[in-house]
């Protein structure tokens, strides 16, 4: 497939540029013009790289880019990098907070669905844009059974905080490091949060609020939507898609 096909079709698939995020989004790095085989990454860095060029790769598929804030001179480690992609004739493509919101095969979306638990609707602006799926359980959940189905889903909690009800309905979820929306999701009656990763500044929030806050992991809340994505992309088009798992810890 060419390149800019697929290029043109994740833009307008994912509405690329529908949300202001840290920096450009999209195809990030120019490679080779003909893609037969993409392999996603929760980020961009050298292990993904290296694993990249390893597995044959055309394009990597990540939902951290290279790109944060103002210009970066293109020198040490970030040059060293750079010049790894330009080398390997390798193409770059990030999607970041349009990954987190997407409501087909997005972060949160995602993550609701392995809960199997539907979305009623959106919330937890950034930049203007909603991007937390607030979801709820027809009937109520026990928090154990929830905890259970999202590590067989996802992988280990890495904290609870169970200062909510012990059945639940409805739950707020906004995927990576979202402590900080944890008075919204009680004041939206959620008996749960399910985020990524906290701060000490954030840890009484919980308690105070009197809800349930599940932090399963930046890097693991972040690995569903370019798994979706992938398979999206593999049911679409003939294209090999394989994700490699390189997690981080946090």
Known sequence: MKRDELVHYLD???????IQDYGPQ???????????RVLGFVDAHQPCVDAAQAQGADLMLVHHGIFWGGPRPLRGAYG???RRFFQAELNLYAAHLV????REVGNNAELARRLELPVVDWW??????????????????????LVARFEAQVGPVKLLQAYGPSRVRRVGILSGQAASHISEAA?????????GETSHAHYYDALEEGINVLYGGHYATETVGVQALGRHLQEKFDLEFQFVDLPTGL
């Open 187 to 195: 004041r939206l009656g959620c008996d749960l949060f399910i985020t």
């Open 124 to 145: 937890g602006e950034i930049h203007g844009v909603p991007l937390a799926a607030l979801a709820e359980s027809p009937e109520p959940i026990s928090l154990e059974t």
């Open 80 to 82: 060293e990098l750079v």
């Open 26 to 36: 999209g195809l990030q790095i120019q490679g080779r013009d003909e893609v037969h």
């Open 12 to 18: 307008e698939y994912l509405q690329i540029d529908s």
């Open 99 to 102: 990954l987190d919101g997407h």
